[in-house]
Each structure stands twice: as C-alpha cells, then as structure tokens.
C-alpha cells in the first residue's frame, strides 16, 4: 500500500499506522519514500511508479496534508488514476478534522471524494483503535 502524508503527520504514521498494519504475517507491505524510492528518478516519478504499482493508496489527512504540494499532487494522481483503471483503490483516513474551508481550492477534488466517500477517522478514544485498524485492514480486504 502507498501511504501519502504530511510529514508533519510522520510520528503517527510510523509509530502507530505503519507498525499496525505490518504484522509477521507479511500481508500487507507499506510503501514509504524511504525504503523503496529510487534516488535516480525524480520524486514525481517515484510517486507515479509506487501509485501505479500499489494495491491500494491510504491518504492520511489532516490540516497538513491540504497544505502540502506533494499530498495534493499524490492525491490528485491517485484520484486520476482511480478513474483510468476503474477500480477503487483510495482509502481515506481523518488523522484531524479539517474543516472544509480550510481545503485549498486546488484540492476541490479532495473536498469532494470528502462528502461522497466513506473514510476511516482516528479515534479520539484509545478504546476505540481495535475497531479503526480492524476497518483499515478490512478497506485494504486483507
């Protein structure tokens, strides 16, 4: 799976996302920029290639992430891709609430998989997290 994020958002994603969804079962196998890309291509050509090759692409959102050029630009091309190949393989996740007015408008698209598409919100209450990684793993369908 791609894992698009802010890296302000990084501590959570490697502390609680990454760790929860790589078990010793090895069913699910996590693309981060700083295990798999290849320094010899561009950045947006690394993004292209993992996208395309991933099984699914889990967008951690938060404030952050709508501020971030290259969220918006994995994002956009997961979007894209979503179409071209018909299949659904985006999986949102509400790190933070955002409210939509703080959305840019260049992420119009983002707003509205937003009001159209079911997504996956971080628990506040720690109690709560065994049902969220259990939805997370059924949305990856592993």
């Known amino acids: 799976a791609f894992i698009s ?16 969804l790589e078990k010793e079962d090895g069913s699910i196998l996590i693309c981060l920029y700083e295990r798999y890309f290849d320094p010899g ?5 690394n993004i292209v290639s ?3 090759k991933s099984y699914k692409s889990i967008f951690v959102l938060s404030p952050n992430f709508v501020q971030n050029e290259w969220c918006h ?14 299949s659904d393989h985006i999986i949102l996740i509400l790190l ?5 007015y703080c959305i840019p408008t260049r992420c119009h698209k983002l707003k509205t998989l937003l009001e159209k598409k079911a997504y996956l919100e971080w628990p506040k209450d720690r109690r709560k997290c065994g049902l969220f990684w ?9």
């Open 50 to 52: 993992f996208i395309e």
């Open 5 to 20: 994020y802010s890296e302000h958002d990084s501590l959570w994603v490697k502390n609680e996302l990454i760790p929860n």
């Open 41 to 45: 291509k561009s950045i947006s050509e």
């Open 134 to 142: 259990a939805n997370l793993r059924v949305a990856i369908n592993v």
């Open 96 to 100: 933070e609430p955002i409210p939509f």
């Open 73 to 86: 630009y994995e994002f956009y091309f997961a979007y894209h891709n979503l179409f071209h190949e018909n």
